[in-house]
């Protein structure tokens, strides 16, 4: 059967290009013993893909060799199963290749709980919905604190930003367009936002947390990170989530060295890095209080949808260059007309 998956073509050399990735066609095996085929439905767009990209050893995952199959993160619908815990027409969800179709043993996918809308997987829950959760959960935010989202646009730090809202925080986004800080706080309601890229965020800072700041979320790194430490109060907390300033460049890399780290000596500033899988037997717990804040109009999902799989390195090269609102996620099939996980 042919499969067309993404493989790495080239190192990419400083920012995403799309000749840096190409679509192939792979003949896949018949099912084996113990294995599940897998046809993708959506996949998700993260930055993760460009650090994935890089030689370096991410640690949770091995170094990828040029004419591999790039990783994404799919929903997607088994077409034929040959694992007792899997059945035709389950809905799963996991780390595979991004592909139309995987093989699976088992071991990296999961059934979707029942009821979740599929199209917004990504956008509340999958991993998204989980790293803004426990994230928020690691800085014990109270009501009245101030809260410093930054990609406070983005899939991740939209969610986080509405937790810290619904736990009674002040909460201030850093995004990267006048139209995604509008949409923080007109849509999302938060109480300022600011724009990186056109404002001194230092001083925006200052301005918009009168009180200093008491969490802070951090999807950049680098600058942003440095300005937090100087401003934060005494025993603030930091969730260490992701640091995508310095995905790109070895010069952003370099440039990203945190150069007041004291501050949290000084201050006693607790700083929480964390990959989201740490937490992955309190998914369900995630899901479900995600699913209530969202039944209840709590919290909402920004949620850019592409069509075709051929539009991968569109869709990840956009969403590096903050052109889209919220999760980005590539259509590769249509969904069943039915869907069975109980
Ligand atoms: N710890 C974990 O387990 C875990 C799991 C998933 C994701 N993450 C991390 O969480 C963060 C957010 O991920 P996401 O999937 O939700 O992506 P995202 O925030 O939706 O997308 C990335 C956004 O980063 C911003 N950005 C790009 N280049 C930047 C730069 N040089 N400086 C500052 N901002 C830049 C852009 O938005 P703006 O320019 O508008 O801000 C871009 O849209 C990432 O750092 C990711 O690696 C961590």
């Known amino acids: ?53 890089n030689e370096a050893d991410v640690a949770y995952l091995p170094p990828r060799p040029i004419g591999d199959q790039m990783w994404g993160s799919i929903v997607g619908v088994v077409e034929e ?13 996991g780390i595979s290749r991004q592909a139309e179709y995987n093989l699976s043993d088992g071991n990296d996918i999961m059934k979707v709980p029942a009821g979740l809308p599929l199209e917004m997987y990504y956008v509340l829950y999958g991993h998204v919905g989980t790293t803004a959760y426990f994230g928020v959960e690691l800085m014990n935010p109270q009501a009245g604190e101030t809260l410093v989202v930054s990609s406070a646009a983005g899939g991740v730090g939209s969610i986080a930003a509405q937790i810290g809202s619904i736990q009674g925080c002040r909460v201030v986004g850093i995004a990267g367009s006048d139209d995604r800080c509008r949409w923080l706080t007109e849509e999302l309601g938060l109480a300022a936002a600011i724009n990186y890229r056109t404002q001194d965020v230092a001083e925006q800072l200052r301005h918009t947390c009168p009180d200093g700041i008491d969490t802070y979320f951090d999807n950049v790194g680098g600058a ?58 309190r998914y369900p717990e995630a899901f479900e209080q995600i699913r209530q804040w969202a039944d209840a109009g709590k919290i909402k999902g920004g949620l850019t ?35 069975v996980n109980k």
Not at 81 to 93: H, L, T, Y
Not at 225 to 236: F, G, K, M, S
Not at 263 to 271: G, M
Not at 325 to 337: D, I, L, M, N
Request: overall charge neutral; hydrophobic content about 45%; aromatic content about 8%.
């Open 305 to 339: 949808m592409v069509d075709g799989i051929e539009q991968v390195p569109e869709a990840i090269d956009n969403l590096l260059n903050s052109k889209y609102f919220g999760r980005v996620v590539v259509r590769v099939s249509e969904e069943p007309a039915k869907i």
């Open 81 to 93: 199963s040959r694992n007792p815990s899997f059945a035709k027409g389950d809905i799963v969800a």
């Open 224 to 281: 942003t990170l440095d300005t937090i430490l100087l401003q934060a109060n005494r025993n603030a907390r930091i969730a260490l989530c992701g640091m995508v300033s310095t995905y790109n460049t070895k010069q952003e890399y370099e440039a990203s060295a945190v150069h007041h780290l004291m501050q949290a000596v000084l201050k006693s500033i607790k700083l929480y890095g964390y990959i989201v899988t740490d937490f992955l037997d």
């Open 1 to 53: 059967m042919d499969n067309r998956s993404w493989v790495i073509a080239k190192r990419p050399q400083g920012i995403f290009q799309r000749d840096d990735i190409a679509l192939e066609k792979f003949e896949l095996p018949a099912t084996g013993d113990g294995q599940v085929l897998v046809r993708t439905i959506y996949l998700s767009i993260d930055p993760a893909y460009r650090v994935w990209m």
